[in-house]
């Protein structure tokens, strides 16, 4: 009885420290451990609030990268803190007393796609790079996703980063070519195939009888039929593109192979003398 | 009776000339789309080599030891004959394209010059110094140009022969993307500071070694498939499409397939031991709910089960809804760079849907590591002293021959870069430096000045 008693008192208590958390006004972090990887509205604030005290440099992109990882661990030095680059529950009460956040201020200039700091001390306006933003001079800027249209978002809305995780050594495009060579190639066969393809482009970068780049092992003349047929320039679908991210991080279903074909087209002799490695599909793949 | 011969001559010779005109315009098609797929390889070759030679002049920068620097340069200067090469492909002769060219003579000559001297009597003098960092920071400003352009030449798949038209044109009403971007790159004279870019060699898949270590007897089918079903919990009636690999792999595998629900598997087994090689689960991924800590943590627990004890997270990213977690191995406290595992968390509903131990059974062997001859110190001093160095571990990783070494790993920054540099923890040698860059703009909202 007295235990039951404690414990809706304890959760009394919990609650009501709950509630007036929650009815401050400042925007704060949500519960999550922030770490090297994340991204996001956190990843957002907890770049803004190292920069506001001097930690953090580069642009805040929403991204947890290298930088924020050593700006965090320098902050955690100078607080006294463990220095692992987690940013828990500690940290982020340590962040909040100690920095401001201005979400309005970051959003506008986030969404406006501007170039901008937010150290404190200093003048917001000194901060944003002038005559930047919509009024940019690059020219036809007009695809949807585009940061040159400001157009105001809800408050409600979360912050949207304005970069992304990349695989090391490969930029968004490759990825997009290789997922447009995918598509053209193997749409329509089981994922695992098409991961394979994808894997045996990378294969082809590898091996030092294939040119060394994407773009060159995908446009080797007469390497890929997607390719002399032109419906490489298809928009590839969200399978092809994760396909080739699977890839690119290490999967290789094709059995690290440097070809393949079909065996109800396949016309070439020269193709059948390959060892195979394995069926995938109606791909055949061979080294 | 002459009228219908004449009908029928002339009709024949109608769809005689209607199948010569289709068989042309077909021939026509063909050969735009040959025209085409030539000038699309060499642009999106020019936006690499571009990244490539960024990636080579930043790397340089973090260099301390003469040795690497020579061919380093050598690399650089080659690179930027393959750069001008590139740009000599695209129909661009009309355009003003000075200041790329100029920029790829520039540093042709540069690199050049100090590749040829001799470093030890001669080396890079202070100004030397500042003009790689100004062309390093030129590097910069052209690649993003360059990737900003081919962005939108794939969202909007622009064609490059539409350009040579156009120029041959020159219709002042005509507006073509292509034609606008690179006259923004002769205009543009903003530096940009943001730098995205590390080199592929780090991350591909190692060939040369044939998983001469894997231990274990070898399995049949049906204890693959038993392998399988414990695996994934699936039930005794779900039918598993199994294959064993063909002559030509370098290892005997068996793969697996099956689908569930909304689920697609497929798993690769190994002969051998019956070792799960790796494993991929495909379905559609809602909007993430936990995050990337807890989904490591997820990550961390399969090893576990997997009996795969004794590794360390290397590096976690999150791609949109989901999670991907790079581990390798650790032994005394020593990272064994080669034993590397990954595995990828869906972040809708922390399942896990994929995991590869390929590398890990292919490199994996028990290790006697010795103590470095060099202390933390003495290796810290073989180290480009304008790098802060912020944190360092001893790693066990493959010199250019392929061959491990024991290294001092130090992760240092300069500017707004983060380097990761290996030093021999026995000879002192600097074994590789890498600029480590994982976060990229996304081009489609380039940030402007």
Same mark, same amino acid.
């Given at each position: 009885m007295?235990n039951?008693?404690?414990?809706s008192?304890?959760?009394?208590?919990?609650?009501?420290?709950?509630?007036v958390?929650n009815?401050q006004?400042?925007?704060?972090?949500?519960?999550?451990v922030?770490?090297?990887?994340?991204?996001?509205?956190?990843v957002?604030?907890l770049?803004?609030?190292?920069?506001?005290?001097?930690?953090?440099?580069?642009?805040?992109?929403?991204?947890?990268?290298?930088?924020?990882?050593?700006?965090?661990r320098?902050?955690?030095?100078e607080?006294?803190?463990?220095?692992?680059?987690?940013?828990?529950?500690?940290?982020?009460?340590?962040?909040?007393?100690a920095?401001?956040?201005d979400?309005?201020?970051?959003?506008?200039?986030i969404?406006?796609?501007?170039k901008?700091?937010?150290?404190?001390?200093?003048?917001?306006?000194?901060?944003?790079?002038?005559?930047?933003?919509?009024?940019?001079?690059?020219?036809?800027?007009g695809?949807g996703?585009?940061?040159?249209?400001?157009?105001?978002?809800?408050?409600?809305?979360?912050?949207e980063?304005?970069?992304?995780?990349?695989?090391?050594?490969?930029s968004?495009?490759?990825i997009?070519?290789?997922?447009?060579?995918?598509?053209?190639?193997?749409?329509g066969?089981?994922y695992?195939?098409?991961?394979?393809?994808?894997?045996?482009?990378?294969?082809r970068?590898?091996?030092?009888?294939?040119?060394?780049?994407?773009?060159?092992?995908?446009?080797e003349?007469?390497?890929?039929t997607a390719?002399?047929?032109?419906?490489?320039?298809?928009e590839?679908?969200?399978?092809?593109?994760?396909?080739?991210?699977?890839?690119?991080?290490?999967?290789?279903?094709?059995?690290?192979?440097?070809y393949?074909?079909?065996?109800?087209?396949?016309?070439s002799?020269?193709?059948?003398?390959?060892?195979?490695?394995?069926?995938?599909?109606?791909?055949?793949?061979?080294? | 009776?002459?009228?219908?011969?004449?009908?029928?001559?002339?009709?024949?010779?109608?769809?005689?000339?209607?199948?010569?005109?289709?068989?042309?315009s077909?021939?026509?098609?063909?050969?735009?789309?040959?025209?085409?797929?030539?000038?699309?390889?060499a642009?999106?070759?020019?936006?690499?080599?571009l990244?490539?030679?960024?990636?080579?002049?930043?790397?340089t920068?973090?260099? =301390?030891?003469?040795?690497? $620097?020579?061919? !380093?340069?050598?690399?650089?200067?080659? *690179? +930027?004959?393959?750069?001008?090469?590139d @740009?000599?492909?695209?129909?661009l002769v009309?355009?003003?394209?000075?200041?790329?060219?100029?920029?790829l003579?520039?540093i042709?000559?540069?690199?050049?010059?100090?590749?040829?001297?001799n470093?030890?009597?001669?080396?890079?003098?202070?100004e030397e110094?500042?003009k790689?960092?100004?062309?390093?920071?030129?590097?910069?400003e052209?690649?993003?140009?360059?990737?900003?352009?081919?962005?939108?030449?794939?969202?909007?798949?622009?064609r490059?022969?539409?350009v040579?038209?156009a120029?041959?044109?020159?219709?002042?009403?005509?507006?073509?993307?292509?034609?606008?971007?690179?006259?923004?790159?002769?205009?543009?004279?903003?530096n940009?500071?943001?730098?995205?870019?590390? =080199?592929?060699?780090?991350t $591909?898949?190692q !060939?040369?070694?044939?998983?001469?270590f *894997? +231990?274990?007897?070898?399995?049949?089918? @049906?204890?693959?498939?038993?392998?399988?079903?414990?695996?994934?919990?699936?039930?005794?009636?779900?039918?598993?499409?199994?294959?064993?690999?063909?002559?030509?792999?370098?290892?005997?595998?068996?793969?697996?397939?099956?689908?569930?629900?909304?689920?697609h598997?497929y798993?690769?087994?190994s002969?051998?031991?019956?070792?799960?090689?790796?494993?991929?689960?495909?379905?559609?991924?809602?909007?993430?709910?936990?995050?990337?800590?807890?989904?490591q943590?997820?990550?961390?627990?399969?090893?576990?089960?997997?009996g795969?004890?004794?590794?360390?997270?290397?590096?976690?990213?999150?791609f949109?809804?989901?999670?991907?977690?790079?581990?390798?191995?650790?032994?005394?406290?020593?990272?064994?760079y080669?034993?590397?595992?990954?595995?990828?968390?869906?972040l809708?509903?922390?399942?896990?849907?994929?995991?590869?131990a390929?590398?890990?059974?292919?490199?994996h062997?028990?290790?006697?590591?010795?103590?470095?001859?060099?202390?933390?110190?003495e290796?810290?001093?073989k180290?480009?002293?304008?790098?802060?160095?912020?944190?360092?571990?001893?790693?066990?990783?493959?010199?250019?021959?392929?061959?491990?070494?024991?290294?001092?790993a130090?992760?240092?920054?300069?500017?707004?870069?983060?380097?990761?540099?290996?030093?021999?923890?026995?000879?002192?040698?600097?074994?590789?430096?890498?600029?480590?860059?994982?976060?990229?703009?996304?081009?489609?909202?380039r940030?402007?000045?």
């Open positions: 007295k039951a008693f404690l414990k008192l304890l959760s009394v208590c919990f609650l009501s420290i709950f509630f958390y009815e006004p400042v925007a704060a972090f949500s519960p999550q922030i770490q090297h990887g994340a991204t996001g509205e956190d957002v604030e770049q803004a609030r190292l920069q506001y005290l001097g930690f953090y440099n580069s642009q805040i992109d929403g991204v947890f990268g290298w930088g924020t990882y050593w700006a965090l320098n902050f955690q030095y607080f006294g803190m463990e220095i692992d680059g987690l940013a828990g529950q500690e940290v982020k009460d340590k962040l909040v007393s920095s401001n956040y979400k309005a201020f970051i959003r506008e200039n969404e406006a796609g501007r901008f700091t937010y150290y404190g001390g200093m003048s917001k306006e000194n901060q944003v790079k002038q005559g930047s933003g919509s009024s940019n001079q690059q020219p036809n800027n695809d996703q585009s940061g040159g249209t400001v157009q105001p978002t809800n408050e409600d809305e979360a912050i980063p304005t970069a992304s995780n990349v695989p090391n050594g490969f968004q495009n490759d997009q070519l290789m997922a447009q060579a995918v598509y053209g190639e193997a749409r066969e089981p695992e195939g098409q991961v394979a393809v994808a894997a045996v482009i990378l294969n970068i590898q091996n030092s009888i294939f040119p060394d780049s994407v773009s060159g092992v995908i446009y003349p007469l390497a890929f390719v002399a047929d032109g419906q490489i320039y298809l590839p679908d969200e399978t092809a593109r994760r396909a080739v991210l699977d890839a690119i991080n290490g999967w290789d279903p094709s059995g690290e192979a440097i393949y074909f079909n065996p109800d087209t396949a016309t002799t020269w193709i059948w003398s390959r060892p195979q490695i394995k069926r995938i599909g109606k791909h055949v793949f061979c080294m | 009776m002459i009228k219908w011969i004449a009908i029928a001559i002339l009709s024949i010779g109608l769809a005689g000339t209607a199948y010569w005109g289709f068989q042309q077909n021939q026509r098609e063909t050969l735009l789309i040959q025209n085409e797929n030539n000038y699309q390889r642009f999106h070759d020019l936006t690499y080599h990244d490539l030679l960024y990636g080579k002049i930043g790397t920068l973090a260099l =301390n030891t003469n040795e690497q $620097l020579s061919p !380093q340069m050598l690399e650089i200067w080659q *690179l +930027t004959s393959r750069a001008q090469t @740009v000599n492909q695209l129909p009309l355009l003003p394209f000075s200041k790329t060219e100029g920029f003579s520039e042709g000559d540069f690199t050049y010059d100090v590749a040829v001297r470093l030890d009597d001669e080396p890079l003098s202070q110094t500042e790689l960092n100004g062309l390093y920071e030129a590097a910069d052209i690649r993003q140009e360059l990737r900003t352009i081919q962005h939108e030449v794939m969202g909007k798949q622009l490059w022969v539409d040579e038209l120029l041959t044109d020159m219709d002042p009403e005509s507006e073509n993307f292509i034609v606008d971007g690179f006259t923004t790159i002769e205009d543009s004279a903003s940009f500071t943001e730098t995205h870019f590390q =080199n592929l060699s780090a $591909l898949p !060939q040369h070694e044939r998983f001469s *894997l +231990t274990g007897s070898d399995v049949s089918e @049906v204890e693959a498939i038993d392998i399988i079903r414990k695996q994934f919990d699936l039930n005794e009636d779900l039918a598993i499409d199994l294959q064993k690999s063909g002559e030509g792999a370098q290892l005997q595998t068996y793969s697996g397939s099956f689908t569930h629900d909304d689920h598997g798993v690769e087994i002969e051998k031991g019956g070792h799960i090689l790796s494993y991929m689960i495909n379905r559609d991924f809602q909007e993430a709910a936990i995050s990337l800590n807890d989904a943590k997820k990550a961390e627990q399969l090893l576990e089960e997997q795969l004890d004794q590794f360390i997270i290397m590096q976690a990213s999150q949109e809804q989901v999670g991907l977690f790079q581990f390798v191995g650790n032994q005394d406290d020593i990272w064994i080669p034993d590397k595992i990954m595995v990828k968390v869906a809708d509903t922390g399942e896990i849907v994929g995991f590869s390929a590398d890990f059974y292919r490199n062997r028990d290790r006697e590591l010795s103590q470095p001859e060099l202390s933390l110190e290796a810290e001093e180290v480009n002293q304008s790098l802060t160095i912020e944190d360092y571990h001893l790693a066990i990783v493959e010199d250019n021959e392929g061959n491990e070494v024991l290294t001092y130090f992760f240092g920054t300069l500017n707004h870069d983060t380097y990761r540099i290996f030093i021999d923890a026995n000879t002192g040698y600097e074994v590789v430096v890498e600029l480590l860059q994982d976060v990229e703009n996304n081009w489609g909202n940030l402007t000045d």
